[in-house]
């Protein structure tokens, strides 16, 4: 089985040490073989928040690790790095790649920088954007989880967060759903959910999920949740047999000062 630690929304510059600590804690007792951060790494793009997230990063000692932008990550008061060197800092750190794809035996793992630098925060995915993540979806192997990763949510659950919804999304989730897309995952409203796609309208033309994560170890928490992050557990079935796989969001306990399950769910996925 394998395992992912989805995090989100460290607002580096903003970290709770006692959070952070506890979250090294849970990654040591999990294992997770890919650590996935879906944006917003720092609070202000700075060059020393970027440098603090890429150490806690790598003192999470998990293998591989897919990371994207967020809104936060490109600079907002220098005028001119926004204009002329958006992703300086975050490549910096982080690397040039800002659409990463990781490729595992069992997983299938595409980011979408959905970040642009001539918007404040909100996020886009552009036509060419949607059709290079449904053709590398369509390329996947049989055995392979399919996620894709943005920072803004393709799918929100409540009318008030509409204004944060990314420009763009309905189509694209449409279309990497037909291309097989199991899991889209994302951040930036700080508010941990699972939309099952086939449930709203418009329905998804498969089974496909967004799901989304809280901040991890920001001080920034909102809308009543606690500092959060998501745990992905799958394998591969055997052929013919049904797919699915085991989310498990984990929350931080102030009074235990640790991570703790909260919610799982059993997702059923499309047949192949």
């Given at each position: 089985m394998s395992m992912l630690l989805h995090i989100s929304d460290t607002h580096f510059g903003t970290e709770e040490p006692p959070v952070a600590q506890a979250l090294r804690a849970l990654a040591r007792e999990q294992r997770p073989q890919l650590l996935v951060l879906s944006g917003d790494i720092t609070q202000r793009a700075?060059?020393?928040?970027?440098?603090?997230?890429?150490?806690?990063?790598?003192?999470?000692?998990?293998?591989?690790?897919?990371?994207?932008?967020?809104?936060?990550?490109?600079?907002?008061?220098?005028?001119?790095?926004?204009?002329?060197?958006?992703?300086?800092?975050?490549?910096?750190?982080?690397?040039?790649?800002?659409?990463?794809?990781?490729?595992?035996?069992?997983?299938?793992?595409?980011?979408?920088?959905?970040?642009?630098?001539?918007?404040?925060?909100?996020?886009?995915?552009?036509?060419?954007?949607?059709?290079?993540?449904?053709?590398?979806?369509?390329?996947?192997?049989p055995g392979q989880l399919r996620v894709v990763v943005t920072h803004q949510p393709a799918c929100v659950l409540r009318p008030e967060d509409e204004k944060d919804r990314l420009h763009g999304g309905e189509a694209a989730l449409q279309a990497w759903s037909a291309a097989g897309?199991?899991?889209?995952?994302?951040?930036?409203?700080?508010?941990?959910?699972?939309?099952?796609?086939c449930a709203r309208a418009p329905a998804a033309p498969r089974p496909t999920y967004?799901?989304?994560?809280?901040?991890?170890?920001?001080?920034?928490?909102?809308?009543?949740?606690?500092?959060?992050?998501?745990?992905?557990?799958?394998?591969?079935?055997?052929?013919?047999?049904?797919?699915?796989?085991?989310v498990e969001r984990w929350d931080y306990d102030v009074a235990d000062d640790r991570f703790e399950r909260t919610h799982a769910h059993e997702l059923e996925l499309g047949a192949l």
């Amino acid at each position: 089985m394998s395992m992912l630690l989805h995090i989100s929304d460290t607002h580096f510059g903003t970290e709770e040490p006692p959070v952070a600590q506890a979250l090294r804690a849970l990654a040591r007792e999990q294992r997770p073989q890919l650590l996935v951060l879906s944006g917003d790494i720092t609070q202000r793009a700075r060059r020393a928040q970027f440098a603090a997230a890429r150490a806690f990063c790598d003192s999470l000692a998990i293998p591989r690790m897919l990371a994207l932008p967020g809104n936060h990550d490109i600079p907002l008061y220098n005028l001119a790095a926004r204009m002329f060197f958006p992703y300086a800092g975050y490549a910096a750190a982080f690397g040039d790649d800002l659409e990463p794809v990781l490729t595992l035996d069992d997983m299938l793992v595409i980011g979408v920088n959905t970040t642009r630098a001539r918007r404040h925060k909100d996020g886009e995915v552009s036509p060419a954007q949607v059709a290079r993540v449904g053709g590398l979806l369509r390329q996947a192997a049989p055995g392979q989880l399919r996620v894709v990763v943005t920072h803004q949510p393709a799918c929100v659950l409540r009318p008030e967060d509409e204004k944060d919804r990314l420009h763009g999304g309905e189509a694209a989730l449409q279309a990497w759903s037909a291309a097989g897309a199991d899991l889209v995952l994302g951040g930036h409203i700080h508010l941990p959910y699972i939309s099952d796609l086939c449930a709203r309208a418009p329905a998804a033309p498969r089974p496909t999920y967004c799901i989304q994560a809280g901040t991890a170890v920001s001080r920034r928490v909102r809308h009543g949740t606690s500092n959060s992050v998501n745990l992905i557990r799958w394998e591969a079935p055997a052929p013919g047999a049904p797919r699915g796989c085991r989310v498990e969001r984990w929350d931080y306990d102030v009074a235990d000062d640790r991570f703790e399950r909260t919610h799982a769910h059993e997702l059923e996925l499309g047949a192949l």
